[in-house]
């Protein structure tokens, strides 16, 4: 593929995101997108013949892998090495919310997502969640049983604890945000997920 079909093809996909993230896959048009990347409609369907339902498709998912890297190298950076069970998640949790700023784009794509839920093929809901959510419930969960094999936390379920800390954590600030489109102040967040972790550490500390 030339340079100049790439740029038009990463342009198409650019304006999709920008559509799809403000008027949601329903009421987004092919003639909104093409407007949006500065291309002909006949020259969207060229790239992509699936039309709406395809592009949708792609963003969420390019997104979802995005978040993905970011999210696992969260996992990696702030519990390789755990000292402070306390501390070492409090700061593990500012750094798990700090993408809701960063990727803007992409939670505004996912408020879409949730608001329309009821009009999605089941089949894309099911691999954004392959791609995204559950993989990174499945690292954080795998993290959680090694700090139960040391010793530092006691759970019979990784997976359901690692379901629990996200929400406790990240639940109230996303409800408040929405998703990040609303940001809080520095300090909010931060008592928020302090007090987020304490909660989940009445749960999961040893007796």
Known sequence: MGRGLVEKREAIIRGARTVFGGD?????SIGAIASAAGVSTRTIYNHFPGGKAELFRLVVQEGSKEILRVQLDIVDR?????????????DFG???????????SHFALVRQ?????????PDLLRAWEEVGPRRV?????????????????????????AIHFTYLVSGEIRDRTYDGALPLAPE???????????????????R
């Open 94 to 104: 500012k750094a798990w919310v700090a993408p809701l700023d960063t990727f803007a």
């Open 137 to 161: 419930q499945s690292a954080l969960a795998d993290r959680f049983q090694e700090l139960a094999d040391e010793g530092r936390l006691v759970m019979e379920d990784p997976r359901q604890a």
């Open 188 to 206: 909010v967040t931060n008592r928020l997920v302090t007090v987020g972790v304490q909660t989940f550490l009445r749960g999961y500390l040893p």
């Open 78 to 90: 702030w519990l390789h090495k755990v000292t402070d069970v306390e501390l070492d998640l409090i």
């Open 24 to 28: 949601g896959y329903t009421r987004a």
């Open 113 to 121: 997502l949730r608001a329309e839920i009821e009009h999605l093929p």
